[in-house]
């Protein structure tokens, strides 16, 4: 429990990041509809001592969670030694992973013996078929569902152990359903809120993104019920990891189609390329790739961070961007700034004895 009140304390206290998204790589065993990831592929992929310095770097920004993503990272045939480099430091070490056939117990049971704290594995519905067609792969929710009971039978112990749903129009009416499925199960339901591709990059002016994953397609009228079984869960202390001002923003943004706010990604959060470049988020890629640029896997990062012209791209590019629901760089900004979200994350510490996002 000590690392997680710790780092949710230094955010609160000296802003410092509580979120690093470290894309170990681009690869990916599925095509899932909602995700641009495997249309990007720059840059390779670091080497281990390289994985040192980010981790040597991450220390000294005094970063809290490191979660190991991509892709898919337990595709890396080094995954067990990269969680070993990220452990000793004292980090809250996550993979996120989408459990497939390659997510075996031995390799699971590896990474938690190096030091794994958490892990989330996505899960978006609980039609297997409806599953498969999501993700463009087959026996996708067999998978995924034998990779969350063993960790959660054998390892939630060690951290958190959490279903990744993509909250969408495929999944909406879905929803209380799921929380329902999880709670039951002992794991925690961790929604991501869909609002565009995961990775494309996000201007204003952008082109709408339409299709069968937009949640502003639902007819406002239909969704109310559905929010008030969220909320009911909420309040029965229900394993969600969402936070009630998080949850008023997915109203809005069903509602209205609006998901502007006060983003400090880059700052409180930010993603790391697979080649060590910092991108403020994961919808901001291209920025990590125009100079001035910040590469983890230099020790001289921290002065190419604090370089002013660096960020003022960050800046300028976050100014450029029309919003998102994505927890991972919200939550951060609401935990050091809102005093009722601070109350609920300090209420879920003693529940669960863990202090979350």
């Not at 938690?112 to 067609?133: H, V």
């Not at 026996?139 to 909250?167: E, P, Q, T």
């Not at 790391?272 to 230099?298: H, Q, W």
């Not at 300028?316 to 998102?324: K, L, T, V």
Request: neutral net charge; aromatic residues 12%; contains cysteine.
């Amino acid at each position: 429990m000590f690392k997680y009140v710790k780092g949710a304390l230094g955010s609160i206290l000296f802003t410092n990041p509580l979120n690093a998204r470290l894309w170990l790589t681009y690869k990916c065993n599925y095509a899932c509809g909602m995700c641009d990831i495997r249309n990007i592929g720059r840059g390779g992929e670091m080497s281990l001592e390289e994985l040192e310095v980010v981790a040597w770097n991450l220390k000294r920004m005094g970063a809290s969670q490191i979660i190991l993503t991509g892709g898919e990272p337990l595709l890396r045939s080094d995954i067990v030694d990269i969680v070993k480099i990220f452990a000793p430091h004292g980090f809250v070490t996550r993979i996120q992973t989408n459990g497939g056939p390659h997510a075996t117990e031995d390799l699971l049971s590896k990474c938690y013996d190096a030091g794994l704290d958490d892990i989330s594995i996505s899960i978006d519905t609980l039609d297997a078929e409806k599953q498969d067609r999501i993700c463009g792969s087959k026996d996708v929710l067999k998978n995924a569902m034998r990779v969350l009971k063993f960790c959660k039978n054998n390892y939630s112990h060690k951290g958190v152990v959490a279903a990744d749903i993509v909250i969408s129009a495929q999944n909406f009416f879905e929803l209380p359903e799921l929380m329902e499925f999880t709670n039951s199960l002992g794991v925690f339901f961790n929604p991501c809120i869909l609002t565009r591709l995961f990775s494309r990059p996000s201007e204003h002016g952008e082109k709408k993104y339409v299709s069968s994953f937009d949640l502003t397609r639902l007819n406002p009228g239909d969704v109310e019920e559905i929010f008030r079984s969220i909320e009911e869960y909420i309040k029965k202390d229900y394993k969600i990891l969402m936070s009630s001002r998080m949850l008023s923003d997915l109203k809005h943004y069903v509602k209205t189609g609006e998901y502007r706010w006060g983003c400090m990604a880059g700052l409180l959060s930010f993603d790391i390329m697979p080649s060590g470049e910092l991108s403020p988020c994961c919808d901001t890629i291209d920025a990590a790739f125009e100079k001035p640029i910040a590469n983890f896997k230099y020790k001289d990062f921290l002065t190419q961070y604090r370089n002013e012209e660096f960020q003022k791209k960050c800046e300028d590019r976050r100014e450029r961007c029309p919003g998102c629901l994505y927890a991972c760089y919200r939550d951060p900004k609401y935990l050091v700034s809102d005093f009722f979200v601070q109350l609920e994350a300090l209420h879920k510490s003693i529940k669960f004895r863990k202090v979350f996002k």
